[in-house]
Protein backbone atom coordinates (compact mmCIF):
# COMPACT_ATOMS: atom_id res chain seq x y z
CA UNK A 1 0.00 0.00 0.00
CA UNK A 2 1.13 2.80 -0.74
CA UNK A 3 -0.03 6.94 0.74
CA UNK A 4 -1.42 8.88 -2.42
CA UNK A 5 -3.08 12.82 -1.96
CA UNK A 6 -5.68 14.11 -4.16
CA UNK A 7 -3.40 15.45 -7.14
CA UNK A 8 -5.19 18.74 -8.25
CA UNK A 9 -7.80 21.27 -7.25
CA UNK A 10 -11.28 20.81 -8.08
CA UNK A 11 -12.96 22.36 -11.40
CA UNK A 12 -15.20 24.76 -10.00
CA UNK A 13 -15.87 28.59 -10.07
CA UNK A 14 -18.97 31.09 -8.61
CA UNK A 15 -21.05 29.57 -11.10
CA UNK A 16 -21.33 26.20 -10.51
CA UNK A 17 -24.69 24.59 -10.55
CA UNK A 18 -23.59 20.95 -10.69
CA UNK A 19 -20.72 19.17 -8.79
CA UNK A 20 -19.71 15.51 -9.79
CA UNK A 21 -18.05 13.41 -7.51
CA UNK A 22 -16.16 10.69 -7.86
CA UNK A 23 -14.25 8.54 -5.17
CA UNK A 24 -10.38 9.06 -5.94
CA UNK A 25 -8.70 9.84 -8.91
CA UNK A 26 -7.21 6.63 -11.02
CA UNK A 27 -3.58 5.85 -12.01
CA UNK A 28 -4.62 7.18 -15.49
CA UNK A 29 -5.74 10.64 -14.02
CA UNK A 30 -2.37 10.74 -11.75
CA UNK A 31 -0.34 10.08 -14.79
CA UNK A 32 -2.42 12.79 -17.44
CA UNK A 33 -2.88 15.38 -14.04
CA UNK A 34 -6.95 15.25 -14.87
CA UNK A 35 -10.08 13.87 -13.92
CA UNK A 36 -11.46 10.91 -15.67
CA UNK A 37 -8.37 10.48 -17.75
CA UNK A 38 -8.49 6.76 -18.73
CA UNK A 39 -8.78 6.25 -21.81
CA UNK A 40 -11.64 3.74 -21.62
CA UNK A 41 -13.49 5.91 -18.93
CA UNK A 42 -16.73 7.02 -19.92
CA UNK A 43 -17.22 10.41 -18.82
CA UNK A 44 -16.09 12.88 -21.12
CA UNK A 45 -17.93 10.82 -23.63
CA UNK A 46 -20.89 10.91 -22.51
CA UNK A 47 -20.36 14.80 -21.63
CA UNK A 48 -19.41 14.77 -25.50
CA UNK A 49 -22.81 13.40 -26.62
CA UNK A 50 -25.09 15.49 -24.26
CA UNK A 51 -23.46 18.69 -25.19
CA UNK A 52 -22.33 17.94 -28.62
CA UNK A 53 -18.85 18.86 -28.24
CA UNK A 54 -15.33 17.57 -29.11
CA UNK A 55 -13.51 17.44 -26.05
CA UNK A 56 -9.90 17.36 -26.84
CA UNK A 57 -7.38 18.12 -24.17
CA UNK A 58 -7.39 18.71 -20.51
CA UNK A 59 -7.77 22.50 -21.26
CA UNK A 60 -10.43 22.50 -23.36
CA UNK A 61 -12.36 20.09 -21.14
CA UNK A 62 -11.91 22.50 -18.40
CA UNK A 63 -13.22 25.56 -19.79
CA UNK A 64 -16.09 23.00 -20.92
CA UNK A 65 -16.83 22.52 -17.17
CA UNK A 66 -16.96 26.07 -16.19
CA UNK A 67 -18.61 27.31 -19.29
CA UNK A 68 -21.68 25.14 -18.42
CA UNK A 69 -21.71 25.16 -14.66
CA UNK A 70 -20.33 21.91 -13.92
CA UNK A 71 -17.57 21.43 -11.14
CA UNK A 72 -15.48 18.44 -10.74
CA UNK A 73 -14.17 17.17 -7.31
CA UNK A 74 -13.63 13.51 -5.40
CA UNK A 75 -14.70 13.14 -2.08
CA UNK A 76 -11.31 10.99 -0.98
CA UNK A 77 -8.18 13.97 -0.02
CA UNK A 78 -5.86 11.29 0.37
CA UNK A 79 -5.72 7.56 0.95
CA UNK A 80 -3.48 4.70 0.64
CA UNK A 81 -4.34 1.92 -2.26
CA UNK A 82 -1.65 -0.28 -4.46
CA UNK A 83 -4.02 0.30 -7.95
CA UNK A 84 -7.11 1.95 -9.28
CA UNK A 85 -9.87 -0.43 -7.70
CA UNK A 86 -12.26 1.36 -5.35
CA UNK A 87 -11.71 -1.79 -3.26
CA UNK A 88 -8.15 -1.25 -2.08
CA UNK A 89 -9.00 2.30 -0.76
CA UNK A 90 -7.90 2.30 2.71
CA UNK A 91 -6.92 5.27 5.09
CA UNK A 92 -9.13 7.63 3.95
CA UNK A 93 -9.24 11.30 4.36
CA UNK A 94 -12.33 12.81 2.74
CA UNK A 95 -12.21 16.04 1.67
CA UNK A 96 -13.83 19.27 2.76
CA UNK A 97 -17.25 20.06 1.61
CA UNK A 98 -18.46 21.76 4.46
CA UNK A 99 -16.16 24.35 3.27
CA UNK A 100 -16.45 23.77 -0.26
CA UNK A 101 -20.45 24.18 -0.23
CA UNK A 102 -19.93 27.35 1.70
CA UNK A 103 -17.76 29.07 -0.46
CA UNK A 104 -19.40 28.15 -3.84
CA UNK A 105 -22.86 28.36 -2.84
CA UNK A 106 -24.59 28.05 -6.27
CA UNK A 107 -24.10 24.48 -6.09
CA UNK A 108 -27.56 22.88 -6.57
CA UNK A 109 -27.03 19.49 -6.38
CA UNK A 110 -23.85 16.80 -6.23
CA UNK A 111 -24.08 14.01 -9.09
CA UNK A 112 -21.74 10.82 -7.75
CA UNK A 113 -19.94 9.14 -10.66
CA UNK A 114 -20.18 5.68 -8.74
CA UNK A 115 -21.38 4.11 -5.75
CA UNK A 116 -17.80 4.01 -3.84
CA UNK A 117 -18.01 8.10 -3.98
CA UNK A 118 -21.63 8.20 -2.81
CA UNK A 119 -21.06 5.83 0.15
CA UNK A 120 -18.11 7.58 1.32
CA UNK A 121 -19.64 11.30 1.12
CA UNK A 122 -22.96 9.68 3.10
CA UNK A 123 -20.30 8.35 5.37
CA UNK A 124 -18.83 11.25 5.94
CA UNK A 125 -21.29 14.07 5.29
CA UNK A 126 -24.53 12.85 5.07
CA UNK A 127 -26.17 15.91 7.19
CA UNK A 128 -25.23 18.35 4.52
CA UNK A 129 -28.15 20.00 2.92
CA UNK A 130 -27.84 19.55 -0.72
CA UNK A 131 -29.33 17.13 -2.99
CA UNK A 132 -27.56 14.02 -4.09
CA UNK A 133 -28.08 11.67 -6.70
CA UNK A 134 -25.98 8.24 -8.01
CA UNK A 135 -25.10 7.97 -10.99
CA UNK A 136 -24.04 4.99 -12.63
CA UNK A 137 -19.56 4.61 -13.26
CA UNK A 138 -18.67 5.56 -15.99
CA UNK A 139 -15.64 3.52 -15.40
CA UNK A 140 -14.46 0.85 -17.69
CA UNK A 141 -15.12 -1.71 -14.34
CA UNK A 142 -18.65 -0.89 -14.71
CA UNK A 143 -19.45 -2.69 -17.39
CA UNK A 144 -23.58 -3.94 -16.49
CA UNK A 145 -24.52 -0.62 -18.51
CA UNK A 146 -24.51 0.46 -22.32
CA UNK A 147 -23.13 3.84 -22.43
CA UNK A 148 -26.22 4.82 -23.92
CA UNK A 149 -27.77 3.76 -21.06
CA UNK A 150 -25.73 5.65 -18.59
CA UNK A 151 -25.74 8.73 -21.11
CA UNK A 152 -29.87 9.39 -20.66
CA UNK A 153 -29.13 9.08 -16.84
CA UNK A 154 -26.55 11.59 -16.91
CA UNK A 155 -28.50 13.93 -19.35
CA UNK A 156 -31.77 13.55 -17.26
CA UNK A 157 -29.96 14.69 -13.81
CA UNK A 158 -28.38 17.40 -15.58
CA UNK A 159 -31.23 18.71 -17.43
CA UNK A 160 -33.14 19.37 -13.70
CA UNK A 161 -30.09 22.12 -12.80
CA UNK A 162 -28.53 23.46 -16.28
CA UNK A 163 -29.73 24.06 -19.69
CA UNK A 164 -28.74 21.03 -21.76
Known amino acids: MQNYSHPFSPIIDDNTRILFLGSFPSI ?35 AFCLAHKIGLWDVIGSCERENSSDSNLKGIVPNDFEKLLQTHPNIAAIGFTGKK ?16 ELLPSTSPAHASMTRDEKTTLYKTFLQRYLTV
Open 28 to 62: ASFEHSFYYAHSRNAFWPIMEKIFKVILTDNETKR
Open 117 to 132: AFDLFQKYFKELPIEM
